[in-house]
């Protein structure tokens, strides 16, 4: 398997707003004020999201954080 097709499972906040077609800009303030479901991991200063749980909540509607942390303990996402 070639580095080209292995899919990242850890993105940083550059990534993750690509990813959702917005901006670094609005991933943060998404994430401060609750509207971004899924929560960083970090290490250390970085703070990096998985892939798959974006993806999850995507499909999901893009619910707040709240909403979405229910959604996700009952699907194990």
């Known amino acids: 398997m070639d580095s080209a097709t292995v899919e990242k499972l ?8 690509r990813m959702l077609g917005i901006g670094r800009t609005l991933l943060y303030e998404m994430l401060v004020d609750g509207r971004l479901g899924p929560i960083p991991i970090t290490f250390g200063r970085k ?9 999850h ?9 709240e909403k979405w942390q229910q959604i996700k303990g009952t699907q194990n996402v």
């Open 10 to 17: 850890l993105v940083d906040v550059t990534e993750a707003a």
């Open 47 to 55: 703070k990096l999201w998985r892939t798959e749980e974006l993806r």
């Open 57 to 65: 909540w995507v499909e999901a509607a893009c619910p707040g954080r």
